[in-house]
């Protein structure tokens, strides 16, 4: 799809070990760029014998699965220590079948990360929405997927699971 820009070794490095990761891996997708400051990523997913339903077109599980941790990995290296980041929901709207490769991609800024920091120091807690689209080479939409993040100082996180649980 668009043309990926040079990258150094150090973001090479890391787009092979998020390819190998098995749970990632398992996707069928690839990682085909990590900007250098960890605040975007796109990924294809191509249509192959691992990929392919019984339909002869993209898997519906497979197109969601590589979009899945997109959000939450560059939310939680974007804050850094102190926080934890979870998935809380997905969903996912077919809009037409995948019958190529679709190519996807997320950014997430320091002005939103700036901003969810003070959220955070505020609110303890909060739940955001993004959402993001499954694209041909053609610009074409298959599919949008919409996800959840819980994100909480971790402070905050600890002292609710006490109460929840009652240990002290």
Known sequence: M???PRESFRTWLRRQRFNLYPAFWGTGAKVDYIA????????????NFRTRNIYGTLFGG???AATDPL???????????????????GAIRYL?????????G???SDAE?????????????????????????????????QKTIYVA??????IKIRQETGIR
Request: proline fraction near 5%; charge should be positive.
């Open 62 to 64: 497979a197109m969601y």
């Open 153 to 158: 100082r971790k402070e905050s996180y600890q």
């Open 106 to 108: 997320c950014s997430i």
């Open 113 to 145: 990360l700036a901003s969810l920091k003070g959220r955070l120091e505020s609110e303890g807690s909060v739940d955001l929405d993004y959402e993001m689209e499954l694209r041909d080479a053609m610009g074409v939409v298959h599919a949008v997927v």
């Open 36 to 47: 250098e400051d960890l605040r975007s990523i796109r990924i294809r997913l191509p249509l």
């Open 96 to 104: 037409k079948p995948g019958r190529t490769t679709l190519y996807a």
């Open 2 to 4: 668009p043309d990926r």
């Open 71 to 89: 959000y939450a990995i560059l939310v939680k290296v974007g804050l850094g220590p102190g926080y934890i980041v979870w998935d809380k929901a």
